[in-house]
């Protein structure tokens, strides 16, 4: 199982969604006139906070009648954390392709963080058990799709014992943390806790990039209306409400969401680079420029420069100057899939197959989708015969 995604546009506007990172938290207000319901059509389907974590008849069978022994065994507890962590009972799957539901995960058996998340509480909350939920600080990478840049973070869920099954002094696992997908490695990592209406909102940021990179911009816009109306403080509906404006050419109304999203964190570099690109695009150098200097001091090296430098140089046959960029890059993020790919792509072109095979490989163990890794296990087993890019 590894990470969820996040998503950034990144030819002129970048948001942030999904599991993502809470920082300076603002008083909550909606600025006024920040919705036009009138500039987009009806969504595909009724977005319904409620479902997030509704609970279906096929999640109560299986609390009620396949693991009840367990339950009774070892406890609410301890039986549905065994239950969800033991491949051989529930059977998760970590898929990063969309955002599922708690009903929806449970019986595809597979989503991201968010999804497993949601999923978890609502099982933990039919059995009475308290849940609490972090973001894990300190997580973000970055990832591309579709023509965005994508930001990646982390939430985890703690579930705890019912008040009635805490024996006093001898209790020391009252809460039980489950992470679905490994940390990374190498990085300092800390944990900020979450309100669960902040879950929902990053529940409905999700559904809203992933509408946007499919692009229906009706769905796209009712869930990041949503996002922000379940929590007003989460920067990130605004910012992903921005790009949607700004997709529709709605300029007044993106340059607005943006700075809302900046007001409740200010020194968000997705949102920086937004509403600075906005402001260069409107030749409004004048205010822009301080933006690019706040972002200049908080990415040093933005991501994917050496991504982008190594692939032109790969695919111009410079096969070294690709390894030397890509193999920077990765000191970034180590566990990015398409960096693994492209630094194949360079090994093999230097004749170096085993090196090629080693990396090809890990880009498909490290993919998020289904697809990309049937994707790359397509590559490898056509590896001996190609060596070269394809």
């Known amino acids: 199982m590894k990470r969820m995604g996040l998503l950034a546009w990144v030819l002129g506007a970048h948001l942030l969604s999904g599991c993502a990172l ?3 938290r603002a008083a909550p207000s909606v600025p006024p006139a920040l919705f036009d319901d ?5 969504p595909s389907r009724s977005i319904d906070p409620a ?4 609970i279906s008849p096929a999640m109560k ?5 396949e693991i009840a022994p367990q339950i009774r065994r070892l406890g609410p507890q301890r039986g549905l954390v065994d239950a969800l962590y033991n491949r051989a009972q529930l059977k998760l799957d970590y898929d990063a392709e969309v955002t599922r539901n708690a009903a929806e995960a449970f019986d595809a058996r597979s989503g991201n963080c968010l999804a497993l998340v949601v999923m978890t509480a609502a099982l933990a909350k039919y059995l009475h058990l308290p849940v609490t939920y972090q973001a894990v600080l300190g997580y973000e990478t970055w990832s591309r799709s579709s023509g965005l840049t994508l930001v990646n973070g982390h939430v985890n869920i703690a579930v705890g014992k019912r008040v009635v099954d805490i024996v006093p002094g001898l209790d020391s696992d009252t809460q039980l943390r489950l992470t679905f997908g490994p940390l990374p490695r190498g990085r300092r990592v800390k944990l900020e806790p979450l309100a669960e209406q902040t879950v929902v909102a990053m529940f409905m940021t999700n559904r809203a990039a992933e509408s946007l990179v499919g692009e229906n911009l009706a769905d796209a816009y009712a869930y990041a209306r949503e996002a922000i109306r379940q929590d007003p403080g989460y920067p990130s509906g605004f910012n992903t409400l921005g790009v949607i404006y700004q997709r529709r050419g709605l300029d007044v ?8 999203s900046l007001a409740r964190q200010s020194d968000n570099p997705t949102a920086l680079r937004n509403l600075a690109q906005l402001l260069d695009a409107q030749d409004r150098g004048h205010e822009s420029a301080p933006l690019h200097e706040r972002l200049a001091r908080l990415e040093r090296d933005p991501p994917f420069r050496h991504f982008d430098l190594g692939r032109t140089a790969a695919i111009a046959g410079d096969y070294g100057a690709a390894r030397d960029h890509i193999l920077r890059e990765l000191k970034r993020d180590p566990d990015y899939h398409e960096l693994h790919f492209w630094l194949a792509v360079a090994l093999a072109g230097l004749g170096d197959a085993a090196g090629a095979r080693e990396h090809l490989t890990r880009a498909m163990d ?4 289904r697809r990309e890794r049937a994707i790359y296990a397509g590559k490898l ?3 001996p015969a190609a060596t070269r890019t394809n």
């Open 22 to 24: 809470m920082n300076e």
């Open 51 to 54: 479902e997030v974590f509704a």
């Open 61 to 65: 069978r299986y609390l009620e009648v």
């Open 381 to 383: 087993a056509r590896l």
């Open 366 to 369: 490290n993919s998020t989708t």
């Open 38 to 42: 009138s500039a987009f059509e009806a």
């Open 253 to 260: 109304l993106a340059e607005r969401a943006f700075k809302a």
